[in-house]
């Protein structure tokens, strides 16, 4: 039986848990690998493979780092872990009854975990038919039977069930029976749907095929009087027998948990830093085994976004918006008359140039702007409007979400669209000169069209010891860039129309980089929202729409052995 090793055994996670709160980076590490499946299957469940799952899995895990001090009793842990699972899918429950109805996801963009759970596995007859019934249950009794799943599998214990739903033992009992008759119920309507039955074939004809507590009523009714339905043709085992020494569905190969991302994590992942855990600990636990396919929908800054792979890249990135982004994207502000415009063309001796907001007198061919040194526009200046370039889309051999945290880690990027680096850098636990990543291989074109995130790296942040800590704190050690090169905000947008290949060249200060495949729409998003937001400052766009729009820095067309070796100055 694939599962987890039981907090009480032999005291094996009671002493990881306790190196883990003394700073121990491996014995963290294993700790968050060991109850990850845990956590994966109670979320998957709950949420019915629903595409926020891997979000909530993210905080889920962020929260039980950032708080794991506090944790007094090693042998808690498990109901502790479980009871954080639960308010945070409770708290995304919240925020979908406030979304708006036409923000939900349409039909079909979540994967069903009742598959998931049937496919990986392998179950069949009347185990199949639990799974399967499980589509049939409301939200709020699938988040119990995700709990009740777990007990009768021999994973958790009754008093964790309801220490998890902050319950008392009795009442667990009482709201799980009533789940259960609930699940008996569904079992009924997918043997019913599965018979001949003329008369269900006639009611059904006009159902759409997706399960909801309407027609589970009005199924439940039919099967109630007839005679045909509701006889067995084999002697119904209960769902508790079915489900006993049942393994945990695997984590899939494509799932990505990465804990220091920006945004409302970053405040997390901070907390856990000055508790002393690693940056590194933090990240992806587990990699994509498998690149995403042409035609793949892929999850990009919490955009759904439907992506092909272009043939050919196309000769030139015509900025001239297509009629169906046209008519789903916002109209991009007026650029004001003092809004950063294209960076000075290369001089053929590398030198700091004083800002990229110098406007170019003639078009300069594709190649011959890079960016270069430049200092901060003023936090409270809106950006210049941002040019639409077309997008086909972008596949990444990292899949959605990939999280480079190691020298030569490094990701495959094709197609046509925008693509979002976020920098997370830590000099507290390794300080020193920055080796900046590279773009090799370049096929195609590629622009530096954004910068984000609400703050450039620069920008003074206030560390728990009181002191500015930019690129790190006197009290730690400072991330240093190379000589020459340009201040990265945190979050910088790119558009590719070819293939590229970014590549960790990590040797001195500790950083790591997240890669997301994303769309006009979040770009315009982000470097829009500045102070009035609660953010830091306004982005900064960089696209003249042109073939004068800066080209990343360390770019090249060639596929040096070293990717660490490619020129500073870019080489396209």
Request: net charge neutral.
């Amino acid at each position: 039986m694939t599962t987890y090793a039981d907090p009480g055994a032999g005291g094996h996670w009671r002493a990881t848990i306790a190196e883990a709160q003394a700073g121990d980076r491996q014995a963290l590490e294993d700790l968050v690998a060991g109850w990850l499946p845990l956590v994966y299957n109670i979320v998957g469940r709950a949420l019915d493979g629903h595409a926020d799952v891997d979000d909530v899995v993210q905080e889920t895990m962020l929260r039980a780092v950032d708080h794991l001090g506090s944790l007094r009793d090693p042998d808690s842990f498990r109901s502790w872990l479980v009871a954080i699972a639960m308010r945070q899918i409770r708290d995304r429950a919240r925020r979908q009854t406030d979304r708006r109805p036409d923000e939900g996801l349409p039909p079909g963009e979540s994967a069903d975990f009742a598959e998931l759970t049937i496919l990986r596995l392998q179950l069949a007859g009347q185990r199949r038919e639990v799974a399967e019934a499980v589509r049939w249950l409301d939200d709020e009794d699938r988040q119990l039977l995700s709990l009740w799943w777990l007990e009768v599998a021999g994973e958790l214990t009754r008093r964790e069930l309801a220490a998890a739903v902050g319950i008392s033992r009795p009442h667990a009992a009482v709201r799980v029976q009533r789940v259960k008759e609930r699940l008996e119920v569904s079992r009924g309507i997918v043997r019913a749907l599965d018979g001949a039955c003329p008369e269900l074939r006639e009611l059904t004809a006009r159902w759409t095929g997706r399960p909801d507590s309407v027609w589970r009523k009005r199924l439940a009714r039919h099967i109630r009087g007839c005679r045909y339905c509701g006889d067995a043709r084999e002697p119904v085992v209960p769902a508790e027998r079915l489900l006993a020494g049942i393994a945990l569905v695997p984590v899939p190969a494509g799932f990505t948990i990465s804990l220091v991302l920006g945004g409302k994590t970053a405040a997390a992942a901070t907390g856990a830093a000055s508790a002393g855990w690693s940056a590194k600990v933090l990240a992806a636990l587990t990699k994509p085994a498998v690149a995403v396919t042409a035609g793949a929908t892929l999850a990009a800054g919490g955009a759904y976004v439907v992506v092909r792979t272009p043939g050919e890249p196309p000769a030139h990135a015509a900025v001239v918006p297509t009629a169906a982004s046209t008519s789903t994207a916002p109209p991009p502000p007026s650029r004001p008359a003092s809004a950063p415009a294209a960076p000075p063309a290369r001089s053929p001796a590398p030198s700091p140039s004083p800002s990229p907001s110098v406007t170019q007198e003639k078009t300069a061919p594709y190649g011959s702007v890079v960016d270069a040194v430049d200092h901060p526009p003023d936090p409270d200046t809106p950006p210049g409007a941002l040019p639409q370039r077309p997008a086909a889309g972008v596949t990444s051999s990292g899949g959605p979400h990939a999280t480079m945290n190691h020298r030569g880690d490094a990701v495959t990027l094709s197609g046509q669209g925008y693509v979002l680096v976020r920098w997370q850098i830590s000099p507290q636990y390794r300080s020193g000169s920055l080796v900046m990543p590279t773009w090799t291989g370049l096929r195609g074109k590629l622009f530096h069209v954004a910068s984000g995130g609400g703050r450039r790296m620069d920008d003074p942040v206030d560390g728990a010891d009181g002191t500015a800590t930019g690129m790190g704190a006197g009290s730690t050690g400072y991330a240093v860039l190379p000589a020459g090169a340009q201040q990265m905000w945190q979050n910088e947008y790119f558009y590719l129309a070819g293939t590229v290949v970014l590549t960790v060249n990590e040797r001195g200060a500790d950083y790591g980089l997240n890669v997301f495949p994303t769309t006009w729409d979040a770009v315009h998003k982000d470097v829009t929202s500045g102070p009035a937001q609660g953010v830091r400052r306004y982005g900064l766009v960089r696209d003249t729409g042109r073939d004068d729009t800066p080209v990343p820095q360390y770019v090249t067309r060639e596929t040096p052995s070293d990717p660490a070796t490619a020129p500073q100055r870019s080489d396209v």
